[in-house]
């Protein structure tokens, strides 16, 4: 193996949390770059470069370790009444097996978080976000007849995204998932493991994500990467993932947008419609928190919209021309929030962006006032060029940027 | 005979050049059809199921050059396109190896281990060929002048050129000029001491070529591998999924999606020549398709010397398409294997795998193979390039089992004697013979070969002498002079006939910009 030459033993210490798939994950990470994720050490990258982790989501399979991930289940008589007053989506129609991506608000219809609704069975649910919400669900849910359980550490999580990831699955899973279809979940085993896979993740490609046991969890990983080898399996960390997930255009909290919930001034929050989230939102249901204020914003319009940008190529080039240098690609995604002007008067700002390799187009995600943020405007889009602030034109483009077929098709 | 519709421009040969060319016109509006030889489009750079199951870049198996206005002009990415890192290059040894990634410490350190001094001059090195590639890129990307009988916009040209050339440092001028002239070996002399690094480098100044690591002009060779780029990185190479032949077929697409016609199994015979000026083609079937214009994407020889009778064309300039350098010098064999290779100084599955693997120990290794096809043998120890496309992608190959990329070099057209079967089978065993010096297990693994020898690049791809870049990258078959001085600029001496093949500048490898160039010059001059 090529540390060989390399013999002393790796040995760390941490204060955080490390997840159920650490034993494996720390001996596979060979930059040993990690991030804070939830208060859990996750892997940035395995490789030196993410540049392979990268196209194994978009063209073979990608094993991502997301038990970081929080997780509550929600269950009682009263189970289905909750979930539907807490999330802006109509969680009535949701059935059961089905999985439902909704944002959440607070009374004046400003975003807290958004995650996942899974109808796990009767009056049985669970709930996935990026922050913890523990509180904010039990506050609301006095006089339900509700049992509301904080589910994170007894879950263990792992995303299978890519074009193969259904072939593998198929190898081990006692059940097909031909049928599943995006958005549905089963419950099945994994070579006699029971687990639950959704067909859910954070890529925007054909993808599953397993829920296990964590007493099973490195039972599963290594299954996985066995029966996935002939099919290209590859674990890949958080560089890789944020790349796909714009290129999705799936929004990232504390990146595009801030929780309503610490937000310290009020020009900080985004409501679903500021966050290009018109269509989670049910006006036709029940009430849900913060209904009110949104019924009033559709009907006088907020003044941000949420969009794609493409920076445009040609002008771009030349800048860095100008200067001798070839033209400077991100080679990783940023989240510097960066100006975006009409002619010279700031109308927006992208919050998120990255080079696109399977595109080959440099995209960004942007807040843009309304007045200029329509399909296929022509902005001023903030550089540096050797130190100097330079402008070059970005597109408005409809998003999701890429969106294969694959992702939410069957065989057959 | 039956005469068929009427087309506004018909291409002869459906490589990856000629494609190109139909897209762009087709995408301005031009009544386009390629006709292609056969069952498969792509040319050289195809893709094929040679044994069941498993599938090969039968020839061309890597892309760095391919240009990125190409690739957005003709929307490839909506097509197909997906370029896989290739990232490493690995160069098996004795009893040790070099591996260099793309990551600068990690290289670094690597070659550290060697040499500290070659590890320091690496570091320098590097920036330094970007540099000056980036320096030749506007050379490459315009059409060549003619400098006897220079045009306005050929003496715009010039003078564009020249005022870039003033731009350059005294030190990448000096450079250049060295680069241009000097051989591989001389130039990286200059540089580093550790031979593995030395003769891995030097190799990208061979491929290709009926030239030595120590053959004055190989330096040109080793530039023109490094002016590559992939999403603005310079010498960075990539894997097109489903191989080369997928990027034909993206190409392919995109020419379909802007109008073209295009026909496969239909082998040109002659170009209809009336009064001087080309009018169409006759294919060997007997049809006939009138055109406008009709362009060639094969090599020189074949579009001047077969395609249209030598009475059509001046006596000068048939004498130069026929003293066009065209000698082929390599060969590929493409293996099926039932596991991965063992590498015996580095053993078991690793990035290694995932990149190059080069079997170029040392510059003696490399010239002492030249010297071989010098005298009309193929070398008994090649060098070769190896990539394993199946790691990259496991589509290549059934689950478990692995596709073998093997470049080989030397295997000289005319062998002593002529190529036959036992000589290619000779040729195959020299190979893995090699091969097996440093990954002993290959012998067991592999299920099936290919082997390709220069003669098999003619017969089956059109290849000419079974040269990979249709005519050798030397200096004076290069820019204006390529293929003959005064028809470098995709015109030639018939009217309405074109050429947009690696023949022309900027000469070979995928990198779209002949038939891109031939395209753009045709339309201007439309």
Redesign the interface.
């Known amino acids: 193996?090529?540390n060989?030459?390399n013999p002393q033993k790796f040995t760390g210490h941490t204060q955080l949390k490390t997840s159920p798939f650490f034993e494996r994950t720390s001996k596979l990470n060979?930059s040993q770059e990690w991030r804070r994720w939830g208060g859990y050490l996750a892997a940035t990258q395995y490789?030196?470069?993410h540049?392979?982790e990268y196209?194994a989501i978009?063209?073979?399979a990608a094993l991502l370790d997301v038990s970081p991930l929080y997780k509550y289940s929600i269950k009682g008589p009263d189970a289905q009444s909750f979930m539907d007053r807490m999330v802006t989506r109509n969680i009535n129609i949701c059935e059961i097996g089905q999985v439902m991506y909704t944002p959440w608000c607070n009374e004046k219809g400003k975003v807290i978080d958004d995650g996942t609704v899974q109808h796990l069975g009767e009056n049985n649910f669970r709930l996935t976000s990026a922050e913890p919400n523990l509180t904010w669900l039990l506050d609301n849910s006095s006089g339900m007849n509700v049992n509301i359980k904080d589910d994170s550490n007894n879950i263990a999580a792992l995303a299978l995204q890519g074009p193969?990831s259904r072939d593998i699955l198929n190898c081990i899973s006692s059940k097909s998932l031909n049928n599943l279809k995006f958005f549905r979940l089963i419950n099945t085993k994994l070579n006699g493991i029971p687990v639950t896979i959704s067909r859910t993740g954070y890529t925007g490609d054909l993808g599953y994500e397993i829920w296990v046991d964590p007493s099973k969890s490195i039972e599963i990983w290594d299954m996985l990467i066995k029966s996935g080898?002939?099919?290209?399996i590859t674990p890949v960390g958080l560089n890789a993932l944020d790349i796909s997930r714009i290129e999705a255009s799936l929004i990232l909290l504390d990146v595009d947008y801030i929780s309503s919930k610490h937000a310290l001034i009020e020009n900080r929050k985004s409501s679903p419609y500021e966050l290009g989230l018109d269509w989670t939102v049910k006006m036709k249901g029940n009430d849900f928190i913060g209904k009110k204020a949104l019924e009033l914003e559709k009907k006088s319009p907020s003044n941000w919209k949420f969009r794609g940008i493409e920076i445009q190529?040609e002008s771009l080039e030349k800048e860095y021309k100008k200067v001798?240098l070839?033209?400077?690609?991100p080679s990783m995604a940023w989240r510097t929030s960066t100006p975006l002007y009409f002619k010279n008067k700031q109308v927006g700002y992208a919050t998120s962006g990255c080079?696109s390799?399977?595109?080959?187009?440099y995209i960004a995600l942007a807040h843009i006032h309304a007045d200029y943020a329509d399909i296929n405007s022509c902005l001023d889009f903030e550089i540096k060029v050797e130190h100097f602030r330079k402008l070059t034109p970005a597109i408005v483009v409809e998003t999701p940027f890429y969106n294969p077929k694959r992702k939410t098709s069957c065989p057959n | 005979m039956s005469k068929l519709s009427n087309y506004d421009a018909i291409i002869i040969g459906g490589g990856h050049n000629g494609l190109t060319a139909a897209a762009y016109l087709a995408r301005a509006g031009k009544k386009v059809l390629v006709l292609e030889r056969r069952y498969v489009l792509g040319g050289a750079a195809v893709t094929e199921e040679i044994f069941p199951g498993f599938k090969f870049s039968v020839c061309s198996y890597v892309i760095s050059l391919l240009k990125s206005n190409v690739i957005r002009e003709l929307m490839l990415p909506r097509f197909g396109l997906k370029i896989l890192p290739l990232e490493s290059t690995f160069t098996p040894l004795d009893n040790d190896y070099l591996f260099r990634t793309s990551d600068g410490d990690q290289t670094y350190k690597e070659i550290y281990r060697h040499s500290p001094k070659d590890a320091e001059t690496y570091k320098r090195f590097g920036p330094l060929m970007g540099q000056i590639g980036m320096a030749v890129r506007p050379i490459l990307e315009t059409i060549a002048p003619n400098p006897l009988n220079p045009s306005i916009s050929d003496l715009m040209a010039l003078k564009k050129l020249l005022n870039h050339v003033k731009r350059l440092s005294d030190e990448h001028f000096e450079y250049l000029c060295k680069l241009m002239t000097m051989s591989s070996a001389d130039f990286l002399d200059e540089w580093f001491e550790f031979e593995p690094l030395k003769a891995t480098m030097a190799a990208s100044g061979i491929i290709g070529t009926f030239m030595g690591p120590r053959s004055p002009g190989s330096a040109y060779v080793m530039l023109h591998h490094y002016m590559g780029d992939i999403d603005g990185a310079f010498r960075a190479w990539g894997f097109q999924k489903g191989g080369t032949g997928e990027l034909s077929m993206t190409i392919a697409r995109s020419a379909k999606h802007f109008g073209a016609d295009i026909m496969t199994e239909a082998p040109v015979n002659k170009v209809i020549i009336k009064n001087g000026k080309a009018v169409g083609v006759a294919l060997e079937n007997g049809d006939e398709y009138k055109s406008n214009i009709v362009i060639s994407g094969l090599d020189p020889k074949l579009s001047f010397l077969k395609l249209v009778d030598e009475k059509e064309l001046p006596s000068d300039f048939v004498q130069d398409i026929k003293n066009f350098r065209i000698r082929g010098s390599s060969g590929k064999v493409n293996l099926a294997l039932d596991g991965l290779p063992n590498f015996t100084s580095l053993p078991g599955d690793g990035p290694h795998l995932r990149g190059a693997i080069s079997i170029s120990p040392n510059y003696n290794h490399l010239e002492k193979a030249y010297d071989d096809a010098k005298y009309g043998n193929f070398s008994k120890e090649p060098y070769m390039d190896i990539i394993l496309p199946s790691v990259l992608d496991p589509d290549m190959a059934p689950p478990g089992k692995h596709v073998m990329s093997c470049f080989v070099q030397y295997a000289p057209y005319d062998i002593k004697g002529g190529w036959n079967d036992s000589k290619r089978e000779a040729f195959g065993d020299a190979v893995i013979n090699t091969l097996a010096r440093y990954a002993p297990n290959i012998k067991d693994i592999i299920l099936h070969r290919q082997v390709l020898t220069p003669k098999d690049l003619e017969t089956t791809f059109g290849l000419t002498e079974g040269n990979i870049f249709h005519g050798e990258l030397t200096l004076q078959q290069l820019f204006s002079l390529r293929p003959a001085v005064k028809w470098a600029d995709y015109t030639t001496p018939i009217k309405n006939y074109f050429q947009c093949g690696s023949g022309t500048h900027p000469g070979g490898g995928i990198t779209g910009s002949p038939g891109e160039m031939a395209a753009k010059k045709i339309l201007k001059i439309w």
Do not use: A, E
């Open positions: 193996m090529i060989s030459h060979q490789d030196l470069h540049d392979n196209f978009r063209t073979k193969n080898k002939s099919y290209g190529w001798g070839p033209p400077g690609l080079w390799p399977i595109l080959k187009c």
